[in-house]
């Protein structure tokens, strides 16, 4: 096992350096830049000093050298454990990540683990009730949260309680550690939108891996035993039938972090989303490079995470 993992995190390094070396690039060849962008708000200027106030910011920013020698600058600088300077605020990329990171990751957490808890008892109370009013009704719901997009569900959380309750959540982010009442007003229902899309999933995974393990002939001796269907469902069908869930699950938690750019900003919440977002639309290409890196990571990490879990709940599984 200790090899395996080592293997797998020695491969995340060139994953994770071809999808930077991907980002970097195409960065570089949409149109417009920040020095545009910074450019296009000042005083006017005659062409020789807009020219000369281009390249001055463009050397502030290290961005006046050819591309392929940027490249080769940034990687000089990761491999030192240096991800660069925000071009936005003049700042570390770390600084931002390791401020807004707790945010995004207790808005990832809380979206988890209310899809869980929706997900897992539905599926199975569909399972069990298969071809009833209560399986059909659990399908349906679990195809409308996964056709249902996430800016239009948390636009909908956000309006119908303003509209028919006079209800709003907090304008301003507070930390849980200062005000806890607060914060779960603002963090819950982006958790809430952003877990509809996980239940979906994680509903229809369960209900179709928990049908084929209850026809498994161990089952049938389970029930020829006398045991209640909670026990025969609990005990020897459930373990069984997680392991394809928990593929969906890590695949779709390690997505929460790219969900939460466009729930983040409906909220109001400061984290790793709205920071990614500010990124694109100022073109802050070394935030936006780092923010990237971190997700892509989390990504590759969780999919490690749900392999080591297999040989967990199912014992035959050995890794060499």
Do not use: C
């Not at 570390?92 to 990832?108: D, N």
């Not at 409308?144 to 907090?170: D, E, I, K, R």
């Amino acid at each position: 096992m200790t090899r395996y993992v080592i293997r797998r995190l020695l491969l995340m390094i060139p994953t994770l350096l071809l999808l930077y070396t991907m980002l970097f690039f195409l960065m570089r060849v949409i149109p417009g830049d920040i020095v545009d962008l910074y450019l296009e708000g000042g005083t006017q200027r005659s062409g020789a000093d807009l020219e000369a106030a281009r390249q001055a910011l463009k050397e502030e920013l290290g961005i006046d050298k050819p591309v392929p020698q940027q490249y080769a600058i940034a990687l000089q600088k990761m491999a030192m454990g240096d991800l660069g300077n925000s071009m936005r605020t003049r700042q570390p990329v770390t600084s931002e990540i390791v401020r807004r990171g707790p945010i995004t990751l207790q808005l990832a957490i809380l979206a988890s683990l209310t899809g869980l808890a929706i997900a897992i008892p539905a599926g199975v109370i569909s399972a069990a009730r298969q071809k009833t009013a209560i399986d059909q009704g659990v399908r349906v719901a679990s195809i409308l949260a996964l056709s249902v997009p996430n800016f239009w569900t948390g636009t909908m959380v956000v309006l119908l309680p303003a509209l028919f309750w006079g209800y709003g959540a907090p304008p301003i982010y507070s930390s849980p550690l200062e005000d806890l009442a607060s914060n779960m007003r603002q963090m819950l229902p982006a958790a809430l939108t952003l877990g509809t899309t996980l239940a979906g999933s994680v509903t229809r995974y369960t209900r179709s891996s928990l049908l084929e393990v209850l026809r498994q002939d161990y089952i049938r001796t389970a029930w020829s035993k006398g045991l209640t269907e909670a026990k025969v469902v609990r005990r020897h069908a459930l373990k069984n039938a997680m392991i394809p869930v928990v593929t969906i699950v890590g695949l779709q938690l390690g997505g929460l972090f790219g969900g939460a750019v466009i729930t983040e900003s409906i909220f109001n919440i400061p984290g790793l989303g709205t920071l990614t977002l500010t990124a694109i639309r100022e073109r802050d290409y070394t935030q936006l490079q780092a923010n990237m890196l971190l997700f892509s990571f989390v990504v590759a990490a969780m999919s490690l995470l749900v392999d080591i879990s297999y040989a967990w709940l199912d014992p035959r599984i050995r890794y060499s």
